[in-house]
C-alpha cells in the first residue's frame, strides 16, 4: 500500500488541480466537518474557507468545538466525517504535503523553556526542514524584537516575549495557512497592539490565510475581515464583524456574541433546526 505521503502522482496533481478549480485562492477549504466522541458531538457538520490573505475569526463560547476544529485543521484529530483542504491538498490523504503549508501558536502552547530563543528557533527550523534556515532565524528575530534575547532561556521570557518568539517559530517555514488560538490573550494592551499590527501585514504583505480565536471582540473587530460565530458545534452566523451586529440588531460584536451564547441554539438564526 503506498503511503499517504509519498510525492503526489503527475496523473492524480492534475486531477486534483481540475478538481480544486473551485478552491482557487482558498487557503483553508473544510467541508461536512465533524468530530464525534461516542454520543457526544463536539463538532456539527460545519463547513467553512479561508482565503489567501485572509483573516476570518473563529468565534463561540467555551466548549463551542473551535480547538477541536483547529486540532483537526492540523491533523492532531481525525474527523469523523468530512473533508479537509489545506492549498487544494487533502489532508487525509496527502498530510505531509498539507501541513507542510500550515503552522500553529497559542499562547498556552509554551515552547521547551530550557532552550534558548535561538535554541528554539533552530531546533524548529531543522523540524520544519526550513531552507537557509540559519538566515531564516536572523531575518525573524529582527522582525520580532528579538535579536537582544537570542541566548535567553525561553522559559525566562515575559509573556509578549513568549508570545513573540511563538508567532516567529510559527513563521519559520513562511505558511499558507496560520492558526492561531487566543495568541494575544496574556498580553498588555501596548504589546497585542502590535502583534495584531504584524499579524494583519503578514496577511496582507505574504496572502498567508489566517483563522484566529479569541474572546476579545474588540480585538476581532479590528483584525478580522470575516468571522464565523460557532455553538455548540455549528456555525450559526457568519460575516463582516463590523456588519454583522447591526445586520442583527446588536450594537457591538460583543453584544452579538453574548446574545448567541445565552440564546437556546433552537432560537438561534441560521441553524437550520
Request: with cysteine; proline share 4%; charged share 20%.
Amino acid at each position: 500500500m503506498a503511503s499517504l505521503d509519498t510525492p503526489l502522482p503527475a496523473a492524480a496533481t492534475a486531477a486534483a488541480a481540475a478538481a480544486s478549480a473551485a478552491d482557487a485562492g482558498y487557503a483553508l477549504r473544510a467541508r461536512g466537518l465533524a468530530k464525534h466522541y461516542g454520543a457526544t458531538v463536539a463538532v456539527d457538520g460545519i463547513a467553512f474557507g479561508v482565503r489567501r490573505g485572509e483573516i476570518v475569526g473563529l468565534l463561540g463560547p467555551n466548549g463551542a468545538g473551535k480547538t477541536t476544529t483547529i486540532n483537526m485543521v492540523l491533523g492532531l484529530l481525525q474527523p469523523s466525517a468530512g473533508s479537509i483542504q489545506i492549498e487544494g491538498i487533502d489532508l487525509a490523504s496527502h498530510r505531509s504535503q498539507a501541513l507542510a503549508h500550515t503552522n500553529f501558536a497559542a499562547v498556552y502552547a509554551a515552547l521547551p523553556g530550557n532552550l534558548t530563543v535561538y535554541q528554539n528557533l533552530r531546533f524548529f527550523s531543522l523540524l520544519y526542514n526550513v531552507a537557509a534556515g540559519a538566515s531564516r532565524i536572523e531575518q525573524l528575530l529582527a522582525e520580532f524584537d528579538l535579536q537582544r534575547l537570542r541566548a535567553t532561556r525561553s522559559g525566562l521570557l515575559s509573556s509578549g516575549e513568549q508570545t513573540r518568539l511563538a508567532l516567529a517559530k510559527a513563521l519559520l517555514n513562511s505558511p499558507r495557512l496560520l492558526l492561531l488560538d487566543e495568541p494575544t490573550a496574556s498580553l498588555d494592551p501596548s504589546a497585542a497592539v502590535l502583534v495584531r499590527a504584524r499579524i494583519r501585514a503578514l496577511a496582507a504583505d505574504s496572502g498567508c490565510g489566517i483563522l484566529w480565536t479569541s474572546h476579545n471582540m474588540y480585538e476581532v473587530e479590528e483584525t478580522c475581515d470575516r468571522v464565523l460565530f460557532l455553538s455548540r458545534g455549528r456555525i450559526l452566523l457568519e460575516g463582516d464583524p463590523k456588519r454583522l451586529p447591526h445586520a442583527h440588531g446588536a450594537t457591538t460584536l460583543e453584544e452579538l456574541f453574548i446574545r448567541l451564547a445565552r440564546e437556546p441554539l433552537e432560537q438561534q438564526p441560521g441553524t437550520g433546526r
